[in-house]
């Protein structure tokens, strides 16, 4: 199995992501330093009926250019922070790669502005995989797309996030970018992977609306849904897909 992060695209999207900060930031320090001129240059004097709409037009420069200015500053942080790669859905891949062969590929880290950030897809002959990657430890229990965890020894709390409908959500927008792309039939599974070991993490489903797995029990489970078919995809489709995530 081949296991690639597209780290050159990531790398693209950044640079290109600073790039727009800084055009940001020009413009913010301009109106900051507009409204501030105006401030200090009165080009209408008080007693002009347009005075007040002078007074909001310099100060709105300054709280829009401040504005701007903090747009920036997210938009610099984020494009220096953007992660490169993501350890725990590396080793999923390295799971997969004990079961499959090399007509499968396995992308991780996969951002694009149509699809958004997804863990890991892996790309096969059995169709496309969208992996959502959980590190969390502690009991869990799952039904449908609800999701709770044990607190303590007999409590349960409903969590806020739910990987099953986050795993969801990518599938459909991935599934969208497909079809845009030409694949008008696009065999797609999802499967939320939890990867510390039982008891570290210890998960119970009823009825789950996507197969909960650990790396243990991860080929049994998609034996049972995503790898009971393993031709729903000729190979060239599944390399022009891994292209497609990969650009």
């Not at 009926?49 to 500053?73: E, H, M, Q, S």
């Not at 790669?97 to 002959?125: E, W």
């Not at 449908?144 to 409590?155: A, F, P, Y």
């Amino acid at each position: 199995m081949q296991n690639v992060v597209p780290a050159g695209a990531l790398t693209r999207r950044s640079r290109t992501l600073l790039y727009f900060a800084v055009v940001v930031l020009a413009f913010g320090a301009v109106g900051v330093a507009s409204g501030l001129f105006l401030h200090a240059v009165n080009f209408v004097v008080r007693a002009n009926p347009a005075f007040p709409t002078y007074d909001l037009l310099r100060k709105g420069l300054i709280v829009v250019g401040a504005l701007l200015l903090l747009v920036a500053l997210g938009m610099t942080v984020r494009a220096l922070t953007w992660k490169r790669d993501n350890p725990h859905a590396a080793a999923l891949g390295d799971v997969f790669a004990t079961f499959l062969d090399q007509r499968y590929i396995y992308l991780r880290n996969v951002s694009r502005p149509k699809i958004g950030y997804i863990d890991a897809v892996l790309v096969g002959p059995a169709g496309v995989l969208v992996c959502r990657v959980c590190s969390n430890t502690g009991t869990f229990y799952n039904e449908g797309k609800g999701w709770m965890r044990r607190v303590g020894d007999s409590d349960w709390r409903t969590l806020r996030w739910s990987p099953t409908q986050e795993a969801l959500d990518d599938m459909q927008r991935l599934e969208a970018f497909l079809q845009a792309k030409g694949v008008e039939v696009v065999p797609m599974f999802g499967v939320v992977v939890f990867t510390e070991p039982h008891p570290k993490a210890i998960v119970t489903t009823t009825n789950p609306a996507l197969p909960v797995a650990q790396f243990e029990d991860l080929e049994t489970k998609l034996t049972l849904n995503y790898l009971a078919k393993r031709d729903r995809l000729p190979q060239a489709t599944v390399n022009a897909i891994a292209e497609w995530l990969f650009a």
